[in-house]
């Protein structure tokens, strides 16, 4: 059974003070990893895919990696406003096309 | 549209009422997809549609749940006998497969938050 553990669940960092959000994964053949950011009463909003390990991606404050077994957003000289909860989600190749759900890192940054 | 949009924002429906969510894809999108989130951060993927076909129903309960996405309309996911467990956010997202072989992202509407009292 596909599974996505987010790791830790909360979080609280000084403004500027860097950090990582870990998501690990178990699927059959995976297709992508997502990460998201979701505000309180809204919904998640894209941030990045990644296909294959080694993949990376970048954008403002925001890195994401992946290797076979997990994948990282690093979070560097966080704002007030990067506070939400960041979510990885797996679409595995036997799935449809689905996203399975981690439980999430709720991130507060502090001024 | 440019983004996903749901309706309503909210629903309050007694035990054993009908509740309907609406969602309209972003244009140009074939695939729509419903989430149910409880528990603060727990998806559960229902049912997705290529255009308005069903695509994949595996987390579809099959006993009360349904859901259609007919031409020129916003897609409709309706419950029958609404349960105290089916209070949660309900989210859309609508995605654009490309032939190149990559598994576009999902983009997410704000959702309907149903309550079931």
């Given at each position: 059974?596909?599974?996505?553990?987010?790791?830790?669940?909360?979080?609280?960092?000084?403004?500027?003070?860097?950090?990582?959000?870990?998501?690990?994964?178990?699927?059959?053949?995976?297709?992508?990893?997502?990460?998201?950011?979701?505000?309180?009463?809204?919904?998640?909003?894209?941030?990045?895919?990644?296909?294959?390990?080694?993949?990376?991606?970048?954008?403002?404050?925001?890195?994401?990696?992946?290797?076979?077994?997990?994948?990282?957003?690093?979070?560097?000289?966080?704002?007030?406003?990067?506070?939400?909860?960041?979510?990885?989600?797996?679409?595995?190749?036997?799935?449809?096309?689905?996203?399975?759900?981690?439980?999430?890192?709720s991130l507060l940054v502090t001024p | 549209g440019e983004?996903?949009?749901?309706?309503?924002?909210?629903?309050?429906?007694?035990?054993?009422?009908?509740?309907?969510?609406?969602?309209?894809?972003?244009k140009g999108h074939s695939y729509v997809f419903w989430?149910?989130?409880?528990?603060?951060?727990?998806?559960?993927?229902?049912?997705?549609?290529?255009?308005?076909?069903?695509?994949?129903?595996?987390?579809?309960?099959?006993?009360?749940?349904?859901?259609?996405?007919?031409?020129?309309?916003?897609?409709?996911?309706?419950?029958?006998?609404?349960?105290?467990?089916?209070?949660?956010?309900?989210?859309?997202?609508?995605?654009?497969?490309?032939?190149?072989?990559?598994?576009?992202?999902?983009?997410?509407?704000?959702?309907?938050?149903?309550?079931?009292?």
């Open positions: 059974e596909d599974q996505v553990t987010q790791s830790p669940e909360a979080l609280r960092l000084q403004e500027g003070e860097s950090s990582s959000l870990n998501c690990s994964y178990t699927v059959s053949g995976l297709r992508g990893l997502f990460w998201y950011r979701q505000d309180p009463g809204k919904g998640p909003e894209f941030l990045f895919t990644l296909y294959s390990a080694g993949e990376e991606k970048e954008k403002e404050r925001l890195k994401a990696t992946l290797t076979k077994k997990e994948s990282f957003l690093h979070i560097t000289a966080p704002k007030p406003e990067d506070s939400a909860t960041y979510l990885c989600a797996v679409q595995a190749g036997d799935s449809g096309y689905a996203l399975n759900f981690g439980k999430g890192t | 983004e996903v949009a749901q309706t309503p924002k909210h629903l309050v429906r007694g035990e054993g009422q009908k509740a309907k969510l609406y969602c309209a894809p972003i989430y149910q989130q409880v528990l603060k951060n727990e998806f559960k993927f229902l049912i997705s549609f290529q255009n308005e076909n069903v695509f994949d129903e595996t987390g579809m309960p099959k006993e009360r749940f349904s859901a259609k996405c007919l031409p020129n309309s916003p897609c409709s996911l309706e419950i029958q006998a609404t349960k105290l467990e089916d209070s949660a956010v309900y989210f859309c997202a609508s995605s654009q497969f490309t032939s190149g072989g990559s598994y576009n992202e999902q983009f997410f509407g704000p959702g309907t938050r149903l309550t079931v009292l």
